[in-house]
Protein backbone atom coordinates (compact mmCIF):
# COMPACT_ATOMS: atom_id res chain seq x y z
CA UNK A 1 0.00 0.00 0.00
CA UNK A 2 2.74 2.17 0.83
CA UNK A 3 4.46 1.93 -2.44
CA UNK A 4 0.89 2.73 -4.54
CA UNK A 5 0.65 5.99 -2.51
CA UNK A 6 4.24 7.09 -3.59
CA UNK A 7 3.73 5.83 -6.94
CA UNK A 8 0.21 8.37 -7.24
CA UNK A 9 1.64 11.46 -8.30
CA UNK A 10 3.77 10.36 -10.60
CA UNK A 11 1.05 7.81 -11.95
CA UNK A 12 -1.02 11.08 -12.08
CA UNK A 13 1.53 13.27 -13.83
CA UNK A 14 2.28 10.34 -16.42
CA UNK A 15 -1.34 9.90 -16.95
CA UNK A 16 -2.04 13.82 -17.59
CA UNK A 17 1.46 14.77 -19.77
CA UNK A 18 1.67 11.46 -21.51
CA UNK A 19 -1.46 9.16 -22.33
CA UNK A 20 -4.22 11.46 -22.34
CA UNK A 21 -2.42 14.10 -24.74
CA UNK A 22 -1.30 10.46 -27.03
CA UNK A 23 -5.34 9.11 -26.88
CA UNK A 24 -6.49 12.96 -27.82
CA UNK A 25 -3.55 12.69 -30.98
CA UNK A 26 -5.37 9.38 -32.28
CA UNK A 27 -8.70 10.75 -31.76
CA UNK A 28 -8.03 14.25 -33.92
CA UNK A 29 -6.19 11.66 -36.32
CA UNK A 30 -9.57 10.32 -36.70
CA UNK A 31 -10.99 13.61 -38.40
CA UNK A 32 -10.45 15.51 -41.35
CA UNK A 33 -9.86 19.62 -40.26
CA UNK A 34 -9.69 22.74 -41.40
CA UNK A 35 -7.23 24.62 -39.38
CA UNK A 36 -7.90 23.81 -35.61
CA UNK A 37 -11.84 23.00 -36.18
CA UNK A 38 -12.81 19.47 -36.64
CA UNK A 39 -14.87 18.87 -39.63
CA UNK A 40 -16.05 14.87 -40.20
CA UNK A 41 -15.10 11.78 -39.34
CA UNK A 42 -13.12 10.11 -41.58
CA UNK A 43 -11.90 6.87 -39.87
CA UNK A 44 -8.23 5.55 -41.24
CA UNK A 45 -8.49 7.45 -44.26
CA UNK A 46 -5.53 10.23 -43.21
CA UNK A 47 -3.68 7.36 -42.52
CA UNK A 48 -3.87 5.31 -45.34
CA UNK A 49 -3.02 8.73 -47.57
CA UNK A 50 0.06 8.84 -45.52
CA UNK A 51 1.37 6.06 -46.22
CA UNK A 52 0.25 6.46 -49.58
CA UNK A 53 2.43 9.31 -49.97
CA UNK A 54 6.07 9.55 -51.39
CA UNK A 55 7.39 12.11 -48.84
CA UNK A 56 6.51 9.65 -46.42
CA UNK A 57 7.83 7.10 -47.68
CA UNK A 58 11.24 9.03 -48.39
CA UNK A 59 11.27 9.81 -44.55
CA UNK A 60 10.50 6.66 -43.12
CA UNK A 61 13.20 4.96 -45.30
CA UNK A 62 15.87 8.67 -44.15
CA UNK A 63 15.33 7.81 -40.33
CA UNK A 64 15.65 4.29 -40.32
CA UNK A 65 19.05 5.00 -42.47
CA UNK A 66 19.79 7.88 -39.93
CA UNK A 67 19.15 5.28 -36.78
CA UNK A 68 21.24 2.35 -37.97
CA UNK A 69 24.00 4.53 -38.94
CA UNK A 70 23.99 6.68 -35.77
CA UNK A 71 23.90 3.47 -33.70
CA UNK A 72 26.85 2.09 -35.19
CA UNK A 73 28.57 5.10 -35.84
CA UNK A 74 28.00 6.04 -31.87
CA UNK A 75 28.95 2.98 -30.08
CA UNK A 76 32.20 2.32 -32.54
CA UNK A 77 33.54 6.06 -32.33
CA UNK A 78 33.23 6.45 -28.12
CA UNK A 79 34.57 3.02 -27.58
CA UNK A 80 37.42 3.63 -29.98
CA UNK A 81 38.16 7.35 -28.15
CA UNK A 82 37.91 5.48 -24.80
CA UNK A 83 40.38 3.17 -25.74
CA UNK A 84 43.32 5.37 -27.58
CA UNK A 85 42.35 7.73 -23.52
CA UNK A 86 42.52 5.07 -21.49
CA UNK A 87 46.11 4.06 -22.93
CA UNK A 88 47.65 7.64 -23.29
CA UNK A 89 50.32 8.34 -20.50
CA UNK A 90 50.03 12.39 -20.78
CA UNK A 91 47.43 14.80 -21.30
CA UNK A 92 45.01 12.03 -20.43
CA UNK A 93 42.98 14.95 -18.45
CA UNK A 94 43.15 17.13 -21.54
CA UNK A 95 41.96 14.58 -23.91
CA UNK A 96 38.87 13.84 -21.34
CA UNK A 97 38.08 17.55 -21.40
CA UNK A 98 38.22 17.67 -25.39
CA UNK A 99 36.27 14.79 -26.36
CA UNK A 100 33.91 15.82 -23.62
CA UNK A 101 33.29 19.36 -24.76
CA UNK A 102 31.24 19.78 -27.43
CA UNK A 103 28.49 17.88 -24.94
CA UNK A 104 28.95 21.26 -23.03
CA UNK A 105 28.21 23.40 -25.94
CA UNK A 106 24.06 24.39 -26.39
CA UNK A 107 22.44 22.59 -29.21
CA UNK A 108 22.19 25.81 -31.54
CA UNK A 109 25.49 26.80 -30.85
CA UNK A 110 26.06 23.39 -32.63
CA UNK A 111 23.87 23.85 -35.22
CA UNK A 112 25.02 27.27 -36.22
CA UNK A 113 28.48 25.92 -36.00
CA UNK A 114 28.09 23.57 -38.58
CA UNK A 115 26.33 25.31 -40.32
CA UNK A 116 29.05 28.08 -40.90
CA UNK A 117 31.32 24.86 -41.62
CA UNK A 118 28.66 23.66 -44.24
CA UNK A 119 27.65 27.01 -46.14
CA UNK A 120 28.01 26.71 -49.70
CA UNK A 121 30.16 28.48 -52.26
CA UNK A 122 33.39 29.97 -51.22
CA UNK A 123 32.52 31.09 -47.49
CA UNK A 124 32.43 27.58 -46.04
CA UNK A 125 34.90 26.73 -43.64
CA UNK A 126 35.27 23.41 -45.36
CA UNK A 127 35.08 24.85 -48.37
CA UNK A 128 37.98 27.28 -47.83
CA UNK A 129 39.77 24.41 -46.34
CA UNK A 130 39.28 22.64 -49.81
CA UNK A 131 40.05 25.43 -51.61
CA UNK A 132 43.30 25.90 -50.50
CA UNK A 133 44.20 22.11 -51.59
CA UNK A 134 42.86 23.40 -55.25
CA UNK A 135 39.24 21.28 -54.76
CA UNK A 136 36.41 23.31 -56.18
CA UNK A 137 33.44 24.34 -53.62
CA UNK A 138 30.49 22.01 -52.79
CA UNK A 139 26.66 22.48 -51.87
CA UNK A 140 27.23 20.19 -48.94
CA UNK A 141 23.71 20.10 -47.12
CA UNK A 142 21.77 20.35 -50.95
CA UNK A 143 23.74 17.25 -51.63
CA UNK A 144 21.07 14.15 -51.24
CA UNK A 145 23.54 11.64 -50.99
CA UNK A 146 25.61 13.73 -48.26
CA UNK A 147 22.60 15.25 -45.76
CA UNK A 148 22.41 11.81 -44.13
CA UNK A 149 25.84 11.51 -43.62
CA UNK A 150 26.84 14.94 -42.62
CA UNK A 151 24.10 14.85 -39.99
CA UNK A 152 25.08 11.99 -38.54
CA UNK A 153 29.01 13.04 -38.22
CA UNK A 154 27.91 16.32 -36.47
CA UNK A 155 25.49 14.49 -34.06
CA UNK A 156 28.23 11.64 -33.07
CA UNK A 157 30.85 14.88 -32.45
CA UNK A 158 28.25 16.26 -30.24
CA UNK A 159 27.47 13.13 -28.19
CA UNK A 160 30.36 11.02 -28.36
CA UNK A 161 32.16 12.59 -25.36
CA UNK A 162 29.74 11.23 -22.61
CA UNK A 163 29.51 7.66 -23.94
CA UNK A 164 33.45 7.55 -23.84
CA UNK A 165 33.23 8.75 -20.75
CA UNK A 166 30.99 6.08 -19.48
CA UNK A 167 33.49 3.53 -21.63
CA UNK A 168 36.53 5.07 -19.65
CA UNK A 169 34.90 4.43 -16.64
CA UNK A 170 34.25 0.85 -17.44
CA UNK A 171 37.88 0.04 -18.93
CA UNK A 172 39.31 1.63 -15.80
CA UNK A 173 37.29 -1.06 -13.95
CA UNK A 174 39.06 -3.71 -15.11
CA UNK A 175 41.63 -5.73 -13.27
CA UNK A 176 45.23 -4.93 -13.86
CA UNK A 177 45.39 -8.89 -14.04
CA UNK A 178 43.19 -9.94 -17.14
CA UNK A 179 45.56 -7.28 -18.80
CA UNK A 180 48.59 -9.52 -17.59
CA UNK A 181 46.80 -12.95 -18.24
CA UNK A 182 45.84 -11.80 -22.00
CA UNK A 183 49.97 -10.41 -22.68
CA UNK A 184 50.77 -14.17 -21.32
Known amino acids: LMGWLIMIPAIILFTFFVWEPLLESVRLSLYSAQGVELQEFVGLKNYIEVLNDTSFNAAFTNTF???G????IGFIVPIILA???SE???GK????FAVYFPNMIPGMAVSLLWVYFFRPGPTGVLNILLGKCGIAPC???NNAALCIPLIIIVLTWKGAGSTSLICMAGISGINPEYYEAAAI
Request: net charge positive; aromatic share 30%.
Open 65 to 67: KYI
Open 69 to 72: WSLI
Open 83 to 85: IFI
Open 88 to 90: TVR
Open 93 to 96: SFFR
Open 139 to 141: TWL
